[in-house]
T-cell receptor, first 110, second 112 residues
Framework: GESVGLHLPTLSVQEGDNSIINCAYS??????FIWYKQESGKGPQFIID?????DKRQGQRVTVLLNKTVKHLSLQIAATQPGDSAVYFC?????????FGSGTRLQVQP | EPEVTQTPSHQVTQMGQEVILRCVPI?????FYWYRQILGQKVEFLVS????????KSEIFDDQFSVERPDGSNFTLKIRSTKLEDSAMYFC??????????FGSGTRLTVV
């Protein structure tokens, strides 16, 4: 079952460094994955997505890697900025509904 | 950039009352969703809606909940007889068939 009062793992990085946020998923049928960023009091904001027929996709300052063998996703953020501070969620779907991971809080130190 | 719009941003209601949360999805999207996020927890799927009917729902979405697309633009979530544990952020989202999930900014529901 779900845990109440989930404690988010935290990643603290220095401004300008690269960040890597990891996510594991469990549904082998998932064929579409999305990374979202959520700032306090706001809704999830789309960052980048990837389909299961790919293992890497790049956006502006972000790269998503997908390893279907071990059901693992990572989000790499290059040259992390203070504005990148937020909670990052991965989400996967095999049909329509997104299943969200528990999230990682990224803290960027100036 | 197209947005999903939700109103109100904050709703306070007494336990046992009914609330309606409103959403305007992106105009050319065909799939609509409601998710909720209890404070400090992950975002949870409630229901998806396509072609004027529910296409998928979670175990959270029981008889207390209903959704409706009353006209060509609005998508609503009704919660009957609210309970304290319904307090959460409720997010509406819309998407095209295989991509483009976009979330609104949410409605914070507080049941007192």
């Amino acid at each position: 079952g779900e845990s109440v009062g989930l404690h988010l793992p935290t990643l603290s990085v220095q401004e300008g460094d690269n960040s890597i946020i990891n996510c594991a998923y469990s549904n082998s049928a998932s064929d579409y994955f999305i990374w979202y960023k959520q700032e306090s009091g706001k809704g999830p904001q789309f960052i980048i997505d990837i389909r299961s027929n790919m293992d890497k996709r790049q956006g502006q300052r972000v790269t998503v890697l997908l390893n279907k063998t071990v059901k693992h996703l990572s989000l790499q953020i290059a040259a992390t900025q203070p504005g990148d501070s937020a909670v990052y969620f991965c989400a996967d779907t095999g049909r329509r509904a997104l299943t969200f991971g528990s999230g990682t809080r990224l803290q960027v130190q100036p | 950039e197209p947005e999903v719009t939700q109103t109100p941003s904050h709703q306070v209601t007494q336990m046992g009352q009914e609330v309606i949360l409103r959403c305007v999805p992106i105009s050319n999207h065909l799939y609509f969703y409601w998710y909720r996020q209890i404070l400090g927890q992950k975002v949870e799927f409630l229901v998806s809606f396509y072609n004027n009917e529910i296409s998928e729902k979670s175990e959270i979405f029981d008889d207390q909940f209903s959704v409706e697309r009353p006209d060509g633009s609005n998508f609503t979530l009704k919660i009957r007889s609210t309970k304290l544990e319904d307090s959460a952020m409720y997010f509406c989202a819309s998407s095209e068939p295989d991509y483009g999930y976009t979330f609104g900014s949410g409605t914070r529901l507080t049941v007192v």
